[in-house]
Antibody, heavy 120, light 106 residues
Framework: EVLLVESGGDLVQPGGSLRLSCAASGFIFSSSWMSWVRQAPGKGLEWVASIKQDGGEKYYVDSVKGRFAISRDNAKSSLYLQMNSLGAEDTAVYYC?????????????WGQGTLVTVSS | DIQMTQSPSSLSASVGDRVTITCRASQIISSYLNWYQQKPGKAPKLLIYAASTLQSGVPSRFSGARSGTDFSLTISSLQPEDFATYYCQQSYDKWTFGQGTKVEIK
């Protein structure tokens, strides 16, 4: 069974930084694209970033380019999201998800999410 | 960037009703369209991928269709557990979600 467990969410001041982690198990992590998706309180889903199996391709939504960095450690079956220059608009639950990359690129498994709150 | 316009934003329906949610892409995305269900406080769940392929374990009352850049999700007979928010997502060029459709009890 696929299990994704996010951690690292916290209350952080505007302009601050935070690193999220996602521990994966139950599948071959090194064979899977991975993504981060966020959801602001009471709002819809927003794709944030994705990374290819070997880390050689990374994609970001425009609103986080230059501030966020997605990375992975296949030896540890872990996904990361380094978030810098945080603003109130980054307040959200952040989910990690597996991406079926053989075709169609849908998000087939999700973690339970970790809450990031940006406030002074 | 590809925009996804989902409608309606909410709807009220009764158990047993047939419900259809639509999603329009701002450009051609072939069949790179996926549907998710999300219940309050829970992570989204994949229902349909490639516009019309049912994910394993999803009840057959859910179906998806494509007509050009217009896509639809239909629930043939709404069940109590189907009251939730539904999102479309394009995966043709990076990823974009629709705004969501909240299905409420009438």
């Amino acid at each position: 069974e696929v299990l994704l467990v996010e951690s690292g969410g916290d209350l952080v001041q505007p302009g601050g930084s935070l690193r999220l982690s996602c521990a994966a198990s139950g599948f071959i992590f090194s064979s899977s694209w991975m993504s981060w998706v966020r959801q602001a309180p009471g709002k819809g889903l927003e794709w944030v970033a994705s990374i290819k199996q070997d880390g050689g391709e990374k994609y970001y939504v425009d609103s986080v380019k230059g501030r966020f960095a997605i990375s992975r450690d296949n030896a540890k079956s872990s996904l990361y999201l380094q978030m810098n220059s945080l603003g109130a608009e980054d307040t959200a639950v952040y989910y990690c998800a597996t991406v079926y990359g053989a075709a169609w690129y849908y998000f087939d498994s999700w973690g339970q999410g970790t809450l990031v709150t940006v406030s002074s | 960037d590809i925009q996804m316009t989902q409608s309606p934003s909410s709807l009220s329906a009764s158990v047993g009703d047939r419900v259809t949610i639509t999603c329009r892409a701002s450009q051609i995305i072939s069949s790179y369209l996926n549907w998710y269900q999300q219940k309050p406080g829970k992570a989204p769940k994949l229902l349909i991928y490639a516009a019309s392929t049912l994910q394993s374990g999803v009840p057959s009352r859910f179906s998806g269709a494509r007509s050009g850049t217009d896509f639809s999700l239909t629930i043939s007979s709404l069940q109590p557990e189907d009251f939730a928010t539904y999102y479309c997502q394009q995966s043709y060029d990076k990823w974009t979600f629709g705004q969501g459709t909240k299905v409420e009890i009438k």
